[in-house]
C-alpha cells in the first residue's frame, strides 16, 4: 500500500473543520472508517479518502499522488480554525481474510475487507481488481478524476456521501444532482468479449458511448451514457454489453 499517504488532522476544530468540508458525515467516526470526498465550489470530484479517529485526531487515508495537494487545500480552508494538518509515516494494510486486532472495515463494500493503520503497509494479495469490478467500485486515478461527479461515481451505494448532515463544499451541486435531476451518466459495471486499454473510448454505431476502464473476468467498469448504450458496443478490438 505505498501509494496511500496519511494525513493527521488535530486541534480542537479538526472533526467540525472537516464536517463542514466533505461530502460525508464525519459524526459517524465513532463508528468506524468513513469514506468520503473533497469536491471543488462546482461539485467536481479533487479526491477521496478514508477518515479514521485517532484518539481526538483524525488519520486521512488518501492515493498518494493526492496527498500533496490535499494537504494544501485543507491548509486554505484552515482559516482561524484550531486545526493542524501533519503528514505522518503511518502506512495501511488491507485484506479480505480474518481481520487483525485494531483493523476497521471498509465502508464501501464488505467484500472489501479490512484496513489497517501503522508502521507496516502490504495486502494479503486478494484480486483487488475483481472485487471492484464485480461491484462497480472506482479507484482513484483510473476511472475517478477531476471531471467526476461523485453521485456518477456512484458514491451514494459506497457509502460516501450523506445527504442530511447539512453544509459541505460543492453540496449544492451535489443535492441538486440527486432530487432534481435523473442521471444519465455514471459508471456501470459491463461485460466484456476480449480486452481493450484502460481509457478506451466505447462506441455505438460509430458514436461515442463512453469509456471503458478496470477489466477483470470477462467485465469491466465502464462510464456511459446511458441513453446512448444499448445494444453491442465497441471498445477498441473488445465487444461490450450492458444491461440496463
Not at 212 to 237: C, E, N
Request: aromatic share 8%; charged share 25%; net charge negative.
Amino acid at each position: 500500500m505505498s501509494d496511500r499517504r496519511i494525513l493527521r488532522l488535530t486541534g480542537a476544530d479538526a472533526k467540525s473543520f472537516l464536517q463542514g468540508l466533505v461530502t460525508n458525515n464525519v459524526d459517524h467516526l465513532e463508528d468506524g472508517l468513513v469514506y468520503a470526498a473533497l469536491l471543488t465550489p462546482q461539485g467536481k470530484y479533487l479526491a477521496d479518502f478514508f477518515l479514521a479517529a485517532d484518539g481526538d485526531a483524525v488519520l486521512l487515508d488518501v492515493e498518494a499522488s493526492l496527498a500533496d495537494g490535499l494537504m494544501k487545500r485543507l491548509n486554505m480552508y484552515r482559516l482561524r480554525a484550531d486545526v493542524q494538518v501533519e503528514m505522518t509515516d503511518l502506512q495501511v494494510k488491507r485484506g479480505t481474510g480474518t481481520a487483525p486486532e485494531g483493523a476497521l472495515a471498509d465502508p464501501r463494500h464488505a467484500d472489501l475487507g479490512w484496513r489497517l493503520y501503522g508502521p507496516e503497509g502490504g495486502d494479503d494479495g486478494s484480486d483487488w481488481d475483481a472485487i471492484r469490478v464485480a461491484h462497480c467500485i472506482p479507484e482513484t486515478g483510473i476511472e475517478l478524476g477531476p471531471d467526476s461527479y461523485i453521485l456518477e461515481a456512484g458514491f451514494e451505494a459506497l457509502k460516501g456521501v450523506d445527504f442530511r448532515k447539512g453544509c459541505y463544499v460543492g453540496q449544492e451541486v451535489t443535492a441538486r444532482m440527486k432530487h432534481k435531476t435523473e442521471l444519465r451518466k455514471g459508471f456501470r459495471t459491463v461485460e466484456v468479449e476480449g480486452a481493450a486499454p484502460a481509457g478506451t473510448e466505447i462506441t455505438a454505431g460509430g458514436k461515442p458511448v463512453g469509456t471503458l476502464y478496470t477489466q477483470s473476468g470477462g467485465k469491466g467498469i465502464a462510464y456511459l451514457r446511458f441513453d446512448r448504450a444499448k445494444g453491442g458496443m465497441q471498445a477498441g478490438g473488445a465487444r461490450v454489453t450492458w444491461q440496463e
